[in-house]
């Protein structure tokens, strides 16, 4: 029987940056979303407890689905297996930046326009 794939999500969520695990991923019907469904978090008999990932499962307790916008996502990786989802902060330290937007300024209409 073939195994479901899962995927290693990297996306940006306010100034930091978040590592996840989930078994489904597709492009969602409201136009500039991805869909993740199924979270992977570590072993339910698990030992050691990471802080990272109980972060995540704790944001995450409850979601079935979430939306992300397609301008967070940085990476999406099929892997072999789950590894610990992590929250990092991506101010000082990362080289990871947020997409440029436009700066809001307004644009100068024609000649003798005030």
Same mark, same amino acid.
């Given at each position: 029987? =073939?195994?479901?794939?899962?995927?290693? %999500?990297?996306?940006?969520?306010?100034?930091? %940056?978040?590592?996840?695990? =989930?078994? =489904?991923?597709?492009?969602?019907? !409201?136009?500039?979303?991805?869909? /993740?469904?199924?979270?992977?978090?570590?072993?339910?008999?698990?030992? /050691?407890? #990471?802080?990272?990932?109980?972060?995540?499962?704790?944001?995450? #307790?409850?979601?079935?689905?979430?939306?992300?916008? !397609?301008?967070? %996502?940085?990476?999406?990786?099929? /892997?072999?297996?789950?590894?610990?989802?992590?929250?990092?902060?991506?101010?000082?330290?990362? #080289? /990871?930046?947020?997409?440029?937007?436009?700066?809001?300024?307004?644009?100068?209409?024609?000649?003798?326009?005030?």
């Amino acid at each position: 029987m =073939a195994k479901s794939p899962i995927y290693k %999500v990297i996306f940006h969520n306010n100034s930091q %940056v978040y590592e996840l695990y =989930a078994r =489904a991923i597709f492009q969602s019907d !409201m136009y500039g979303f991805i869909e /993740v469904e199924e979270f992977v978090f570590g072993e339910p008999g698990q030992i /050691v407890v #990471n802080p990272g990932e109980e972060k995540l499962k704790a944001e995450f #307790n409850g979601v079935i689905r979430s939306y992300l916008p !397609m301008q967070s %996502v940085i990476r999406i990786d099929e /892997v072999e297996k789950e590894g610990a989802g992590k929250i990092i902060d991506s101010e000082g330290g990362s #080289n /990871v930046r947020h997409f440029p937007m436009a700066s809001g300024r307004p644009v100068p209409k024609g000649p003798g326009s005030e």
